[in-house]
């Protein structure tokens, strides 16, 4: 069963095209991309991807935490705790706030 490729997506056309070893597709990618090609075992990797149905070559969104706990509801908080009292420690902002210290240690010297 052939899948039809992306438009404009020459590694679509090509990872789709069955029957065709991935050394056979790495050959004239060498010639087209030199030292930049991907290796032969992306290649091989992504012609194995694309035979069992995957159809873009984007990485897809990943569910979990956000990368950032640095938002203004945040900075708002820690400001409040410093104004509070201008003692308390960043592992203590931290615990307060259920952030990690980093994200605390950012807000205190890094925003105004």
């Avoid at 991935?22 to 992504?46: F, N, T």
């Avoid at 995957?54 to 706990?69: E, F, L, Y």
């Avoid at 900075?75 to 615990?95: F, G, L, Q």
Wanted: hydrophobic residues 40%; aromatic residues 8%; glycine residues 4%.
């Amino acid at each position: 069963m052939q899948h039809a490729p992306k438009k404009n997506s020459f590694l679509s056309s090509v990872f789709y095209s069955e029957w065709v070893k991935p050394i056979e597709i790495h050959r004239p990618m060498k010639v087209q991309y030199g030292d930049a090609c991907l290796s032969l075992q992306q290649v091989c990797e992504w012609t194995r991807k694309f035979m069992n149905g995957i159809s873009s070559v984007t990485d897809s969104p990943r569910p979990g935490q956000a990368h950032r706990v640095v938002t203004p509801k945040a900075i708002a908080a820690v400001e409040t705790i410093m104004k509070e009292n201008r003692r308390v420690t960043v592992n203590e902002i931290a615990a307060h706030l259920d952030m990690s210290r980093g994200s605390a240690l950012h807000i205190v010297h890094y925003t105004k």
